[in-house]
């Protein structure tokens, strides 16, 4: 099994650089090799994450739910991924601002020489230390201090 270690602590998670673009009410990742992406919704509603794809053929899954105040951790390799935020307000889809919801942090540093490459949600709406073991089952390892 390969195993990417990453350092980082809670202190560093709010605080990481941006490696995101929030234009409008639209989340756009873009990266040019393997990056992993914490996303915390940080207010007392459920964010719907919707991707916007282009060419829609092979593209189940990227949409995901996150509730009040839980993580998701997302692996992006060498692509770009653009996705819309909404609540369900009686029963009605409601496109709202990402960056009013989301707060979007890039791991920076791992140490490993063959990361485990890929796109796709390794942890989904969960809490942030549930995060940090479902991670560990998947062989990336999220140190917090």
């Known amino acids: 099994m390969v ?18 673009v ?5 989340l756009i990742l873009d990266t040019k090799d393997q990056q992993w992406f914490i996303l915390h919704n940080d ?3 459920t964010v719907w994450l919707n991707a916007v ?4 053929s092979a ?10 105040n839980m993580y998701s951790l997302l692996a992006l390799n060498a692509k770009q991924l653009q996705f819309t935020c909404g609540l369900l307000l009686q029963l009605k889809f409601a496109v709202v601002p990402c960056q009013r919801y989301l707060d979007v942090s890039q791991i920076l540093s791992t140490s490993e020489n063959k990361p485990v490459v890929g796109s796709y949600w390794v942890v989904e709406n969960t809490s942030l230390n549930s995060l940090r073991e479902q991670a560990a089952e998947r062989g990336i390892l999220l140190n917090f201090q």
């Open 53 to 56: 794809i282009n060419n829609p």
């Open 22 to 26: 929030i234009n409008h009410n639209e």
């Open 3 to 20: 195993r990417i270690i990453f350092t980082i602590s809670l202190w560093m998670l709010s605080n990481l650089a941006f490696a995101s």
């Open 59 to 68: 593209s189940a899954g990227w949409g995901s739910k996150l509730d009040p």
């Open 43 to 45: 207010t007392d509603q």
